[in-house]
């Protein structure tokens, strides 16, 4: 039984690491993004001078929380935005159809910001609460950290959920502004095509009357 899931978990190990080459060679930005996560927080867990992990620790709860702030404001300025957009004229010049895909996206994006800031929020009441402890710096290394032997390994997992507020802000904001290009692009076509039917049908007018 032990081989069994030893045996899985390298498999699982393996798919990881293939599924982040993968993710890295795809996204080279989104990669850097994520090594600019990971770093200080090993970073944090290797250092042996416990005054200098004790500043990082802090350091680390602090812009985290302001972070966690700023995702709130901008997520719920983001659903302002988004619950605006549902009533703008230009959505009647396109199709019905065009509306339908249109606003289901936009709704999918509202959803994500309302999910980005339910998110912060519970993650900011989590930093607060932690600071309460005395012991906050060691509570916080060990939910991001686990000592294997001598050596301290990040937990991928936790960082993932940290991440979680800002993810879902950026998807809400990058489906928001693809709907937008797609329905600026439809509304410019269609009222290009109808002048052109028109300049048409009046050029057949003129020509039959000579």
Same mark, same amino acid.
């Given at each position: 039984m032990s081989s069994v899931l030893a045996t899985g978990t390298s498999s699982f190990g393996e798919l990881s690491k293939g599924f982040m080459a993968t993710a890295r060679a795809?996204?080279?930005?989104?990669?850097?993004a994520w090594?600019?996560?990971?770093?200080?927080?090993?970073?944090?867990?290797?250092?042996?001078?416990r005054d200098h992990q004790e500043m990082l620790s802090k350091l680390w709860l602090q812009h985290t929380y302001s972070q966690l702030n700023v995702i709130c404001v901008t997520? @719920?300025?983001?659903?302002?935005? $988004?619950?605006t957009s549902f009533t703008w004229p230009l959505l009647e010049q396109v &199709?019905?159809?065009?509306?339908?895909?249109?606003?289901?996206v936009w709704y999918s994006a509202l959803l994500l910001a309302l999910g980005a800031i339910a998110t912060a929020t519970q993650q900011a009441v989590r930093i607060?609460?932690?600071?309460?402890?005395?012991?906050?710096?060691q509570r916080m290394r060990?939910?991001?950290?686990?000592?294997?032997?001598t050596?301290?390994?990040t937990r991928k997992l936790q960082l993932f959920v940290w991440q979680t507020p800002v993810m879902?802000?950026?998807?809400?904001?990058?489906?928001?502004? @693809?709907?937008?290009?797609?329905? $600026?692009?439809?509304?410019?076509?269609?009222?290009?095509?109808?002048?052109? &039917?028109?300049?048409?049908?009046?050029?057949?007018?003129?020509?039959?009357?000579?």
């Open positions: 795809a996204l080279p930005l989104h990669a850097s090594d600019a996560v990971m770093e200080p927080v090993q970073k944090l867990l290797e250092t042996s001078d997520s @719920a300025l983001m659903g302002g935005v $988004i619950a &199709s019905q159809g065009d509306q339908k895909v249109i606003l289901g607060a609460r932690l600071n309460t402890y005395p012991d906050s710096g060990d939910m991001l950290g686990t000592l294997q032997g050596q301290w390994r879902l802000q950026n998807g809400s904001i990058y489906m928001f502004i @693809a709907r937008l290009v797609v329905l $600026i692009w439809k509304a410019v076509a269609d009222d290009c095509r109808s002048s052109n &039917s028109r300049y048409v049908g009046k050029g057949g007018t003129t020509r039959a009357r000579r």
